[in-house]
Structures are given as structure tokens and as C-alpha cells.
């Protein structure tokens, strides 16, 4: 500490004001942890101790760094005299630091108990919703587990959030986005069962899904938990991208310790990155020019680690000047050979997955087979599905292969989950094409063979963006973040504005509009339930229903980077014409009122509602912002308020219809 005469009074207050700082911050962390103590009884005793404890320990620190508190302030060695109980100013900080883990450990077992505890809530709606036999029974316990998954939903993104391992949290990601998929396919596939019960392939898409969330479920609790069922080792990193990496550090290695490795050891690694290769060239994929040029830089590998074993064994016996610069040339020749082979097999392995994506963009197998699916040709549709099995074999390939070249942990866990994607949907696509053929006037199974085309067609999108990754870590642009276009661009829906560059939210805005995206998703779901109900009766307000819930389920498919709205000012453009159906409804509906019924009071009540908060979200969608927080601001907004048209509008059709029945 500092004792200068000169400088006293500026540190004293220095330090005083840190004391104060330490003990306030402290009081606000203690406030924090009190309240999660009172909302946990089993913990209550320990997290108070805790909380006890960073209290004393703040104010202890505040007292012995206040200015007031020494005997001779006036003296020129009253810095001194502050830490003449230096002992205790250590005891306080060791102490704080002690409570104050304390707390965050007690805090982090009670948000790991959260998460569990919501995990079994959604596992016992889904053993319910299986054993379903009624539509109408359906509706009610999918509403249910709708909320249930949007808790899960919150809980693992703040999870996510505060992960530090980014192996973990992109695991995490990963499964969290299977999860969000798979409920929009369980609500399809579960409905086309009800419809079918005795149809087979609808029984086995549906326990697909459930299935398949099941899973997702325990990889979110295995990394909340940090464990892995029935003592599973974590997978070994088998990449060769990490290979060469471990390679070339060993070999350079060698400039400081001759000994560093045996050369047993270094043409074992080599031996195994090699074998790695062998996926490249014996896979059906890779061109003949690509397979040759990776056999070539295979052999030279070979040749160039052996002429390094002579010079290092010579280096070993011999130190002289000329061997140390022989050896210097071995180790950067050795480098640059592997630098040549890691090249070859990103450009073979990425400009393979460039070529299927292009030749892939138009999704015409996927066409065929609702158009197949529709008109009831079993034999077209047995056509098509070889041309998407086919499709699946090839996508499945090149994600093992992008998964060698990969770059970093996350982006290899990104390829497994695209991998695992592939080979799970590409036969549900087929069993749900199946149910379509044998049932081709059936609505239910012609949008359940859309959602699982849509999935399948998401997982292209996502493909191409993992692809741009890639290469983004193989040209080293590793640090930019993910551009988000969170600004309008200039077009159809503002001619006079100038060109904005894209906006880059930060993890916490994304997860924010992630989080509403899934809420609004599971409230169109619940309208389009309703509207299924009525939809013989081909009735306007059905129409008006269908038409917005369409809209909605656009909004949300932004939240997820998917869809046709591609900037915030398709957003807004969106929600300025939910208002404009809103109000086709609310004349319909308004016009039901003259009828004379029991419903009617309910029916007014909804349609008050609806009208306010409509023009709410049209003053929103129609207010002009500038800057990236304030644009933020008003896409959250407007989905905000969309969710709340859809809660009302998910009353009011049913009311409507009702009433409409009775009238007619």
C-alpha cells in the first residue's frame, strides 16, 4: 500500500470507496441469495449461513477501510494505520470469497434441481400424450405440455447462457434445437395417429418423435449434471483437424527437448491421421481429383516424417550447428506437408457439401413426394423415397467428412448434431409420405409430411450456414460473431431508406427472441388446433384464423434466422397486416353478436380485448427507430404483442364457431 505524504488523502479516499463499493455490492449478492433461500426450504439453512457470512465479511472490509474509523487521521501515517490489522483485512477477503462461492455453488444446485424437476414435468405430459385416445383429450394435455416445454425452454437457455465449456454449450444448443423441432412434429404426428389409428406408419413416425425428444431430454440433463448414464467415457476427439493439430505441436516440440517424444509415438500419430483419411478416399463422394492429391500428401507425409526420424536421431548424438539447422528444415518441411494434406481435405470435404447443397436447393424430391403422397401413387412414392434415402446416404457422408475438418469442438458437435438430423428425419419424411399415400384426402397427414419436409429443408439452411463456419475458422476469421440482420434493408418495404450494414446482436438478445419465438410457435399451434376443429364448415372466420396463425408462425420462424422474413422491417411489414386481418375477424365475429345466446357476453369480452391490442401492435410495427438497441426493442415488442393477439384470438375462434353452429 501506498504511504507517500503527498498521496495520502487520494488513496485514503481511494480505499475507502472500494470498501464501500465491496460492502454494497456484497448487501445486493446477499438480498439475491436471502430470497432463493426463502423459495427453498432444504437449503434454506446452508444458503443463510452463507449469506450471513459474505454479509460480516463485507462489512468487516467497509469498517477497516473507512476513513472515520482511525485513531489518528490527521497523522502522516494514517495509511498505515488503516491496515494495521492487515491480518484481518486478509481474513475478511478470504472469508467473502469462501461465502460468496458458497452461495453461487448452494444457487447453482438449486437451478440444476429447477431444470430437473421441469424435465419430469414435460416427461410425464409426454407418457400422457402417447396414451391419448381422443382428439379433444389431445388438445388439452398438448396445451399443457406447450407450457411445460416453454419453463424447460427458459430454464436451458439461461443454462446455456452461463456455460462456460463451449463444448457443452453448443451440445446444449443442439439439443435444446431438437427439442423446439420435435414439438411441432409431435403435435402433427400424434394428430395423424388419432386420425389413423391403425395405421402403421403414422404409429412409427409418431414414436420417432418421441423418441428422438427423449434423448434430447437427457443430453440437456447429462450436461446440467455433468454426467454421463451408466459411466460412459466422453467421446474421444477423432477429428482429423485436431490430429494434425496435436501432430505438429509435438513436432515443434522438438526445437526445445530432443526427447520431448519417441519416434514410436510420432509415426503412431501420423499412422492414425492417415487412417482417418482413408474416409476421404474410399469415400463414393470424394472426386477422383480430390482423392488423388489427398494420397498424394499422404505419401509425402510419410517421406517427410522419416527424413525428420533421421536428422532427429543424428540431432540426438551430434551438436553440431549444421544438424540443429537440418533439423529446423525437417520440422518446418514436416509442418508444411501437414499444413498441404489439412487443405486437401477441407477443400474436398467442404466443396462436396457446396455441390450437394446447390444441388439440393430446389428440394424437388420432397416436392414429388407431396404431390405423390396426394394423389395416392405408391409406386411414384416408392421412387421417390430411394432418391431420399439416396439424398440421406450423401448428406450423412459429407457431415462425417465436414466433421474431420471442423476446426474447433463446437462446430464439430454442430456437424454430429446436422449427422444425427439427417439420419433420423430422412426416414420419418418416408413414413409420413407413406400414411399420405394411404390416406391422400387426409389434411392432418398432408401437413405432418410438411413439417417433416420443413425440418428436413431447415437442416439444409443450417447446413450451409455450419458450412460457412468452417470455413470462416479455416481462413482464420474465427473471432467474427454471426451477423444478424436486425436493420431494414432497402427494397419493397422502404424504397427511400439508405442501405444499413447487418446488426450483431449479442448472445443474451438472441436468446431473448429465441425464447418468445417458441412461446408464439406453441400458441399457433393451439389456434390451429382450433381452426382444425371447424375447418368443414369452410367459414370465414376460420379463414381470418388460418390466415393469422400462418402470419404468427412466420414471426417465429424469424426468431429462428428461418423463413421469408428475412430483416426486422419484414417483421414489422408482417405484423402492420396481422392488423389488417385482425379486423376481417373482429367484423365477423361483432356481426355473430346480434344473435341472441349464452355465449355472447364471453364472446364481447374477447373481441374488447383483441381490438386494443391489435392497434397496439400496428402503433408499434409503424413506429419509426433508429439504432440497433431501439430496432431490438421494437422486434421484441412486436412479438410480444403478436403472442397476445394469438392467446385471445385461440378464444375467440372457438366462441365464434360455436355461435356461428347455433346460428345457422
Known amino acids: 500500500i501506498i504511504s507517500k505524504p503527498g498521496e495520502s488523502d487520494k488513496t485514503l479516499q481511494a480505499i475507502q470507496r472500494v470498501g464501500q463499493a465491496v460492502n454494497l455490492a456484497v448487501g445486493r449478492f446477499v438480498t439475491v441469495g436471502e430470497a432463493i433461500a426463502n423459495e427453498n426450504r432444504e437449503l434454506k439453512e446452508e444458503m443463510s449461513i452463507a449469506c ?159 423418441h428422438r425428444m427423449r434423448l434430447a431430454l437427457e443430453q440437456v440433463i447429462e450436461i446440467v449434471t455433468d454426467s454421463r448414464p451408466s459411466g460412459e467415457n466422453e467421446m474421444a476427439a477423432i477429428s482429423i483437424y485436431t490430429s494434425i493439430k496435436e501432430f505438429k505441436n509435438k513436432v515443434e516440440g522438438l526445437r526445445e527437448n530432443l526427447y520431448f517424444i519417441s519416434k514410436e509415438n510420432l509415426s503412431t500419430m501420423l499412422e492414425l491421421i492417415l487412417e482417418h483419411t482413408e474416409d476421404f478416399t474410399d469415400s463414393a463422394y470424394t472426386s477422383h481429383e480430390h482423392r488423388e492429391r489427398i494420397l498424394e500428401q499422404s505419401r509425402q507425409a510419410k517421406m517427410e516424417l522419416e527424413q525428420l526420424v533421421s536428422v532427429w536421431m543424428q540431432a540426438q548424438s551430434q551438436k553440431t550447428k549444421d544438424i540443429a539447422e537440418d533439423l529446423e528444415v525437417a520440422i518446418l518441411k514436416t509442418c508444411q506437408c501437414m499444413n498441404e494434406l489439412r487443405r486437401e481435405l477441407h477443400h474436398a470435404a467442404t466443396s462436396l457439401a457446396a455441390d450437394l447443397l446447390r444441388y439440393h436447393a430446389d428440394h424437388m424430391v420432397l416436392k414429388a413426394l407431396k404431390i405423390t403422397g396426394v394423389e395416392g401413387n405408391l409406386e411414384a412414392v416408392a421412387e421417390c423415397t430411394c432418391k431420399l434415402s439416396e439424398q440421406k446416404e450423401q448428406l450423412v457422408e459429407t457431415c462425417r467428412l465436414l466433421r474431420h475438418v471442423s476446426g474447433t469442438e463446437p462446430l464439430e458437435i454442430t456437424c454430429i448434431h446436422a449427422e444425427d438430423t439427417f439420419q433420423v428425419i430422412g426416414p420419418q419424411i418416408i413414413s409420413a409420405a407413406e400414411t399420405l399415400t394411404l390416406h391422400p384426402s387426409s389434411k392432418i397427414a398432408k401437413e405432418n409430411l410438411d413439417v417433416f419436409c420443413e425440418a428436413w429443408e431447415s437442416q439444409l439452411s443450417d447446413m450451409s450456414m455450419l458450412l460457412r463456419e468452417i470455413s470462416d475458422v479455416f481462413e482464420g476469421r474465427r473471432g467474427e460473431k454471426r451477423a444478424y440482420l436486425s436493420l431494414p434493408r432497402p427494397g419493397k418495404h422502404n424504397a427511400n431508406l439508405k442501405a444499413l450494414k447487418p446488426v450483431k446482436l449479442d448472445t443474451e438478445e438472441q436468446a431473448k427472441l429465441g425464447k418468445l419465438g417458441l412461446e408464439l410457435h406453441l400458441l399457433t399451434s393451439d389456434v390451429d388446433s382450433e381452426t382444425e376443429k371447424w375447418e368443414d364448415q369452410e367459414n370465414e372466420i376460420v379463414r381470418h384464423g388460418q390466415s393469422i396463425s400462418s402470419m404468427a408462425h412466420s414471426m417465429y420462424l424469424f426468431t429462428r434466422g428461418e423463413g421469408l422474413l428475412k430483416t426486422t422491417q419484414d417483421l414489422f411489414h408482417q405484423a402492420e397486416v396481422i392488423y389488417i386481418e385482425k379486423t376481417g375477424t373482429s367484423k365477423l365475429s361483432k356481426m355473430l353478436l346480434m344473435a341472441k345466446d349464452d355465449d355472447k357476453p364471453l364472446l364481447l369480452l374477447e373481441i374488447d380485448k383483441l381490438i386494443p391490442v391489435c392497434q397496439q401492435l400496428q402503433i408499434t410495427a409503424k413506429t419509426t427507430v433508429q439504432g440497433k438497441n431501439a430496432t431490438f426493442t421494437k422486434a421484441d415488442t412486436c412479438i410480444r404483442k403478436t403472442k397476445g393477439v394469438m392467446t385471445i384470438l385461440s378464444q375467440v375462434l372457438p366462441l365464434s364457431c360455436m355461435l356461428l353452429k347455433k346460428v345457422s
Open 52 to 210: 450471513i457470512e459474505a454479509k460480516r465479511a463485507g462489512e468487516t472490509i467497509a469498517q477497516l477501510t473507512d476513513v472515520a474509523n482511525l485513531d489518528h487521521p490527521e497523522s502522516d501515517g494514517r495509511i498505515t494505520t488503516i491496515f494495521t490489522d492487515k491480518t484481518g483485512v486478509v481474513k475478511a477477503a478470504r472469508l467473502l470469497l469462501s461465502s460468496v462461492t458458497k452461495v453461487l455453488v448452494l444457487a447453482d444446485r438449486i437451478v440444476i434441481k429447477q431444470i430437473l424437476a421441469s424435465r419430469n414435468k414435460v416427461l410425464a405430459t409426454m407418457e400422457q400424450l402417447e396414451k391419448v385416445s381422443s382428439f379433444q383429450e389431445f388438445v388439452q394435455i398438448f396445451s399443457q405440455f406447450g407450457n411445460e416445454m416453454v419453463e424447460f425452454a427458459h430454464l436451458t437457455g439461461d443454462r446455456q447462457n452461463d456455460l462456460k465449456d463451449e463444448k457443452k454449450k453448443a451440445r446444449m444448443a443442439a439439443a435444446r434445437t431438437v427439442l423446439e423441432k420435435c414439438t411441432m412434429m409431435l403435435l402433427t404426428a400424434s394428430k395423424t395417429c388419432l386420425r389413423h389409428p391403425d395405421c402403421e406408419s403414422a404409429r412409427l413416425n409418431k414414436e420417432g418423435v418421441f
